[in-house]
């Protein structure tokens, strides 16, 4: 079993920055792939950034070159650095892993999944 607790969500103005973290408990493993989904109000959720085992990274294009997603193995931690947000960036973002080798903007591919950190972008 894996626990992802996430935090660092919050509220700011448009252009803004956040850093989301996920720490991971439990059975973990440093080649496990992990990813960031986002859900809005009335929307379905969406993988936003994905980290395969190998370290290999892929992103939505709506968060292409603004976000980019970083796992420490050490410290068994997800990071989601979020720059020039963006009104349209505002939703729940979940934190997700599983034991797979490749990453992937799937939520199908993921077994564990965290609670969520809100993030709102006012313009």
């Known amino acids: 079993q894996v626990q992802l607790v996430e935090s660092g969500g919050g509220s700011v103005q448009a252009g803004g920055s956040l850093r989301l973290s996920c720490a991971a408990f439990?059975?973990?493993?440093?080649?496990?792939?992990m990813a960031w989904f986002r859900q809005a109000p009335g929307k379905e959720r969406e993988g936003v950034a994905s980290?395969?085992?190998?370290?290999?990274?892929s992103y939505a294009d709506s968060v292409t070159g603004r976000f980019t997603i970083a796992k420490d193995n050490a410290k068994n931690t997800l990071y989601l650095q979020m720059n020039s947000l963006k009104p349209e960036d505002t939703a729940m973002y979940y934190c997700?892993?599983?034991?797979?080798?490749?990453?992937?903007?799937?939520?199908?591919?993921?077994?564990?999944w965290g609670q969520g950190t809100q993030v709102t972008v006012s313009s």
């Open positions: 997700a892993a599983d034991y797979g080798w490749i990453g992937s903007l799937a939520a199908s591919e993921y077994n564990y």
């Open positions: 439990g059975h973990t493993y440093s080649s496990a792939s």
């Open positions: 980290i395969g085992g190998d370290g290999s990274t």
